[in-house]
């Protein structure tokens, strides 16, 4: 049972346009959500994030909406750029016991801004 | 951010064989993490290696087929043991970053079992 999932594989967009990255939940106890981006041949970067006490965070052209009733978060880009080409993972974050906390990911979507 | 050194960066094995990925961090941490990323699947937690204690595996992996060492605060190995080609993955290590939530991540290791 997937607790994350991010259910668009791939993801089309023309530079200079919004990305929306979108990734839904399942547990109501993840209370912190990341979004990783992953080139080819590299190990994520972290992102942007959000705690499930905000609704919205914003880190230049990276915003990250939070709706914690559907359970839904989203990633927007604006404007989208080349450079922005990548798979982009959705996490999320829980008390998993025994003082520790454990990332959940989704299985990412991959994002191509097309020149 | 802790700055990670993993490698090898990618092999190919045989059949039966094993393989230890090594991961140093430039910097003291308590707990490392291994993950898996199966192809077309999400990062999968499989173990948390504790300097000085036997490493914490998640549901579904075993110590016997992914043995972990931690010797001190800034290295750990993982082990891929007795491999199939079920195994090929992309297996990274991560570090719980010091200044944000998240957490960093080596480069990872692509490896591919014939």
């Known amino acids: 049972d997937q607790q994350v999932k991010q259910n668009s594989p791939s993801l089309s967009v023309q530079e200079g346009r919004i990305s929306i990255l979108n990734c839904d939940y399942t547990?109501?106890?993840?209370?912190?959500f990341l979004w990783y981006k992953k080139y080819p041949a590299e190990g994520p970067t972290f992102l942007i994030s959000?705690?499930?006490?905000?609704d919205k965070n914003e880190d230049g052209r990276f915003t990250v909406f939070l709706n914690k009733s559907a359970k839904h978060l989203s990633l927007h880009i604006v404007p989208s750029q080349p450079g922005d080409s990548a798979v982009y993972f959705c996490?999320?974050?829980?008390?998993?016991?025994?003082?520790?906390?454990?990332?959940?990911f989704g299985k990412g979507t991959k994002l191509s801004v097309i020149p | 951010s802790a700055v990670i050194s993993q490698k090898p960066s990618r092999d190919i094995c045989q059949r039966g064989t094993s393989l230890t990925i090594q991961c140093q961090v430039d910097?003291?941490?308590?707990?490392m993490f291994w993950y898996r990323q199966q192809p077309g699947q999400s990062l999968t937690l499989i173990a948390t290696?504790?300097?000085?204690?036997?490493?914490?595996?998640e549901s579904g992996f075993v110590i016997d087929k992914f043995p972990i060492s931690r010797p001190n605060l800034t290295f750990s190995t993982l082990t891929v043991s007795n491999m199939s080609p079920e195994d090929s993955s992309i297996y990274l290590c991560?570090?719980?970053?010091?200044?944000?939530?998240?957490?960093?991540f080596g480069s990872g290791t692509r490896l591919t079992v014939v």
């Open positions: 290696a504790n300097q000085g204690s036997e490493a914490t595996y």
């Open positions: 959000i705690s499930s006490i905000k």
């Open positions: 547990n109501s106890m993840f209370d912190y």
């Open positions: 910097s003291q941490v308590t707990m």
């Open positions: 996490a999320a974050s829980g008390y998993s016991g025994a003082g520790s906390y454990q990332l959940t």
């Open positions: 991560s570090v719980a970053s010091a200044t944000t939530y998240g957490y960093t």
